[in-house]
């Protein structure tokens, strides 16, 4: 069949918050774009759908206070925050399944075991401190926190099973999304340093502070709509072409031809694009060294918010259970109350050996182990699970194998000729996160803008 020819300044691959963010910087300072999207839908990892009579946010929701990049774009974009409910006490349960309420952030675990936590978080917060988390690779320890993994650093630093099982959750389970055996100390400490220190990762108040209402999908969608007819979905890249008059991206039905061109998908589908030439061995070989997390992000839907009634915030944690961590995940205005839950890496692998009715019994079950019998029943239930996605393949996001971030991490966002990359997985502030997306979308548009300058 014919394929349309168009031509552009910049042709962006994605859009997603960081492509979108780039396409409409690029067009403030008067260029041309296109931006193709495999999709049939904009947003990426952001998407807010209705199941069931209930709208979930089943990717990225949460906005915390120091992601000024994200906050000046939903300001701009004259979208409204709501605080997400915390009024009341939270939930831990132990190794031993005792479950305690309590208030404020260290969970509540006997004395000794409370000082060997503080004692890990301030030393993290000290190597946090030495890292500026847009150079990760620069930090004075770099080669050897790149060596460890993160469970066998906790394993150096305290015999205190439970104060190990704690640190480690803020990190594997509910940011990296992979087995701390799996990812190393460095890149532990980036992800801290991303959010700024790892008492705020720690801080559930700050971490997940606030959301959108409409969802936090309603960042890409209006960008996409500033950007009208330069959105084209259901536009697959297959090919990426460079010669001396510029870059061919190729989908089955459009060729675009333009001076640059942004990568602005995830690092591991990098490889979905045939690059003619190929690129260089340095990005070869790094981008294999880079691999998704998992986890799945379950919705469950009831009458009321019932947990409230009991004195409850809807937050709760516990590496010892299914659902590592749950908080309370109602619309703004809605009168049914929602809770979402965690599920991860292996946990998640686990759960998908089993029957769909199988699953979801072991998860609410998970979940009434923290907020009583009535979390059974929910009238709505709903599991996120990117790892079917084929334009994504997996949540959170993208992190380094051991040694990876040291020895390619300066590499990451380094162009190649006329080729741009910018994602969230790239981003140093705000990795992982759609703060990162939208910085990385900036900083790239303006390394463009600078380049065709000069
Ligand atoms: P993103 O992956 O969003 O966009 C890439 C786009 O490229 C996609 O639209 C894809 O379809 C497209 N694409 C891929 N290959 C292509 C090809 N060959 N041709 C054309 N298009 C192609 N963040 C946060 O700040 N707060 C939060 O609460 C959460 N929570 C959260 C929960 C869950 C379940 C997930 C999955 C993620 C989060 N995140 C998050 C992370 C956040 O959603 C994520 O970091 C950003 O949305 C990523 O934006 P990008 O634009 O970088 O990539």
Redo the contacts with the bound molecule.
């Keep these: 069949h014919s394929v349309s020819i168009i031509e552009r300044d910049i042709v962006i691959?994605?859009?997603?918050?960081?492509?979108?963010t780039a396409a409409t910087e690029l067009r403030k300072a008067g260029l041309t774009v296109a931006v193709?999207?495999?999709?049939d839908r904009?947003?990426?990892?952001?998407h807010t759908d209705e199941i069931d009579g209930a709208m979930l946010e089943?990717?990225?929701?949460?906005?915390?206070p120091d992601?000024d990049a994200?906050k000046e774009t939903i300001a701009e974009l004259g979208l409204e925050t709501f605080a997400r409910y915390r009024e009341g006490e939270s939930v831990y349960i132990n190794a031993a399944g005792e479950r305690t309420r309590f208030e404020g952030e260290i969970f509540p675990v006997s004395a000794e075991t409370e000082r060997e936590m503080v004692a890990l978080i301030a030393t993290l917060d000290a190597l946090v401190a030495q890292m500026d988390p847009d150079r990760p690779w620069a930090h004075p320890h770099a080669v050897e926190l790149d060596q460890i993994s993160f469970r066998h650093w906790l394993e150096q630093e305290t015999d205190d099973q439970e104060a190990r099982d704690n640190i480690s959750l803020f990190i594997a389970g509910a940011m990296l999304t992979k087995p701390a055996h799996a990812f190393s100390t460095l890149q532990a400490v980036l992800m801290a340093a991303s959010a700024g220190s790892f008492s705020n990762l720690v801080d559930a108040d700050f971490i997940?502070d606030e959301r959108v209402v409409g969802g936090?999908q309603r960042v890409?969608i209006l960008l996409a709509e500033n950007l009208g007819d330069d959105v084209f979905l259901g536009?697959?890249?297959?090919t990426v072409r460079c010669d001396a008059a510029g870059v061919r991206v190729l989908?089955d039905d459009l060729e675009v031809r333009a001076r640059r061109v942004i990568v602005?998908?995830?690092p591991v589908?990098y490889t979905?694009?045939s690059f003619e030439p190929p690129l260089p061995r340095r990005q070869q070989m790094m981008h294999q060294h880079l691999s998704m997390g998992f986890?799945i992000?379950v919705h469950a839907v009831y009458e009321t918010p019932f947990w409230r009634e009991d004195g409850l915030s809807g937050t709760a944690f516990s590496p010892y259970e299914l659902s590592h961590e749950a908080y309370d995940n109602t619309n703004f205005g809605d009168a049914r109350g929602t809770l979402v839950g965690f599920v991860s890496d292996e946990a998640a692998d686990g759960v998908f050996t089993v029957s769909d009715e199988e699953r979801k019994q072991r998860i609410l079950t998970s979940l009434s182990h923290y907020f009583g019998e009535k979390a059974l029943s929910p009238v709505v239930y709903y599991e996120?699970d990117?790892g079917t996605e084929e334009?994504?393949r997996g949540?959170?996001?993208a992190s380094f194998d051991l040694g990876g971030l040291a020895r390619f991490g300066a590499d990451l966002r380094t162009p190649v000729g006329p080729i741009f990359f910018?994602?969230?997985?790239l981003a140093g502030k705000?990795y992982?996160?759609?703060?990162?997306?939208i910085r990385?979308?900036r900083e790239t548009a303006a390394e463009i803008v600078a380049g065709l300058d000069s």
């Design positions: 691959i994605g859009a997603g918050a960081s492509g979108l193709l999207e495999a999709r904009v947003g990426g990892r952001l089943i990717g990225g929701q949460w906005v915390s992601q994200l997940l936090l890409p536009q697959a890249v297959r989908t602005a998908v995830p589908l979905r694009i986890v992000k996120s990117w334009w994504t949540a959170y996001a910018s994602c969230s997985d705000g992982q996160h759609v703060d990162g997306a990385m979308g």
